[in-house]
């Protein structure tokens, strides 16, 4: 059964900084892994997804990395502004029966002005 | 992108009784899927909708608890039956379109 952690739990930092978001999953059977951001009242926004033959991806301010055989992926955020506090959540879509996404909890970030 | 429009909002409803939540799509889909979100908790996959056919549901949910309703290819409903606290969370609909998963805003539903 996958399992998706999210380390850690919340963030909080300096704005203009730059930091790293975690997240491990048991089975390195997935199609691909998704980061979503969530934002209070507004349901959730994908941000990146990194297919399970990629190695990164980027967009803007963002980079996710996947690593299939140590289970884990990473989201980079450069030079964070107020705007990008949010929770984020990352997901990963299984293989094997019943393709679903399992999701971590989620790490919640402040940045602070 | 798929648009998807999820009502209420939010809502608090006394113990025992049900909500229907409304999940519509600004396009035609195939699969729709209904999520949980507990407090402090990850999304947690209730059941698949498919059009014309039964909803699929994961270990631990249950058709008497969360029936839902798949009129056609651009709407869906889940209702939460017969509510308790436990039932207090935040409810999403989602569809794929290729390889990413859109999400309705949510409803944060309080049970009291």
């Known amino acids: 059964k996958q399992e998706v952690t999210q380390i850690p739990a919340a963030l909080s930092v300096p704005e203009g900084e730059n930091l790293v978001l975690n997240c491990s999953f048991t089975?390195?059977?997935?199609?691909?892994l998704q980061w979503f951001r969530q934002d209070p009242g507004k349901g959730l926004t994908s941000l990146l997804l990194?297919?399970?033959?990629?190695r990164e991806q980027t967009s803007g301010r963002l980079n996710a990395s996947l690593d299939k055989s140590s289970g884990r992926s990473t989201l980079y955020i450069a030079a964070s502004q107020p705007g990008d506090s949010a929770t984020y959540l990352c997901?990963?879509?299984?293989?094997?029966?019943?393709?679903?996404?399992?999701f971590g909890k989620g790490t919640k970030l402040t940045v602070n002005p | 992108s798929a648009v998807i429009s999820q009502k209420p909002s939010r809502d608090i409803c006394q113990r025992g009784t049900s909500l229907t939540i409304q999940c519509q799509v600004d396009?035609?889909?195939?699969?729709m899927f209904w999520y949980r979100q507990q407090p402090g908790q990850s999304l947690t996959l209730i059941a698949t909708?498919?059009?014309?056919?039964?909803?699929?549901?994961e270990s631990g949910f249950v058709i008497d608890k969360f029936p839902i309703s798949r009129p056609n290819l651009t709407f869906s409903t889940l209702t939460v039956s017969n509510m308790s606290p436990e039932d207090s969370s935040i409810y999403l609909c989602?569809?794929?379109?290729?390889?990413?998963?859109?999400f309705g805003q949510g409803t944060r539903l309080t049970v009291v």
């Open positions: 989602s569809v794929p379109q290729g390889a990413l998963a859109f």
């Open positions: 089975d390195s059977a997935i199609y691909n």
């Open positions: 990194i297919q399970s033959s990629q």
């Open positions: 997901a990963a879509l299984t293989q094997g029966g019943s393709e679903k996404l399992v």
């Open positions: 396009s035609q889909v195939t699969m």
């Open positions: 909708a498919n059009q014309g056919s039964e909803a699929t549901y």
